[in-house]
């Protein structure tokens, strides 16, 4: 296993397009996140899914954006008509939770949005 | 929002030199962790201590946590350049799934 892969590493586009980003959790993962961060901030929660049910989102999460983990294995999310605001670093990050067993994360590398 | 805070934001030290980080959170947690970023990639896990725990070794490194002042701190003995890097405290809620990130304390190591 080579850990959590996201697709693509940097996406530059122009405000009001659409943009999809992927993540390939570990394998053996139930739970996947995704987290948003800015320059000079820490990451910020987005959602989470666990296996393929989507059980929470948080209130930095507008309509525009749409997350799936269809099968319970790899992730998209979608931004619809991208602002300047929505640049940042886009990061995913999958975890194995359940029993008696600490909710420790594993990140991918990121998708660097740059909206012009 | 973000529940933990960091201190410093910034530290610049020498090689050798030991540095200590810390962070305040807010509410009740089931655990805190400590993870590492090097510049513009992801985020690696370094070090968990539970709520029930006071203090915690993994090589170089020390965590303490006093839950009745709801702090934690981080201290990477004998540093190295390659210790560059933002460091995060997070902490997992109980009640909640989600782990919540401060800030980060950008640690500079110099040679």
């Known amino acids: 296993d080579t850990g959590v892969s996201q697709n693509p590493r940097h996406k530059i586009t122009k405000r009001g397009q659409n943009v999809t980003f992927r993540c390939d959790p570990i394998s053996e993962h139930n739970r996947l996140y995704w987290y948003r961060q800015t320059l000079g901030q820490g990451p910020e929660f987005l959602t989470y899914?666990?296996?393929?049910?989507?059980?929470?989102k948080s209130r930095l999460l507008s309509d525009r954006f749409s997350a799936e983990r269809p099968k319970g294995s790899f992730s998209t999310l979608e931004i619809q008509r991208t602002e300047q605001g929505d640049s940042a670093m886009y990061l995913c990050?999958?975890?194995?939770?359940?029993?008696?067993?600490?909710?420790?994360?594993?990140f991918g590398a990121g998708s660097r949005l740059t909206v012009l | 929002s973000q529940q933990g805070e960091e201190d410093p934001q910034a530290l610049s030290i020498q090689e050798g030199e030991n540095a200590t980080m810390n962070c305040s959170y807010k509410t009740s947690i089931n655990n805190l962790q400590w993870y590492r970023q090097n510049s513009g990639r992801g985020l690696v896990h370094l070090i968990l201590i539970r709520s029930n725990e006071r203090e915690k070794h993994s090589g170089r490194l020390r965590v303490t946590l006093d839950t009745s002042k709801k702090s934690s701190s981080l201290l990477i003995t004998a540093s190295r350049a390659a210790d560059t890097a933002s460091y995060f405290c997070?902490?997992?809620?109980?009640?909640?799934?989600?782990?919540?990130f401060g800030k980060g304390t950008m640690l500079l190591v110099s040679p």
């Open positions: 990050a999958s975890s194995l939770a359940g029993g008696t067993g600490a909710n420790v994360l594993t």
């Open positions: 997070a902490t997992d809620a109980l009640g909640y799934s989600t782990l919540t």
């Open positions: 899914f666990q296996n393929e049910a989507q059980l929470e």
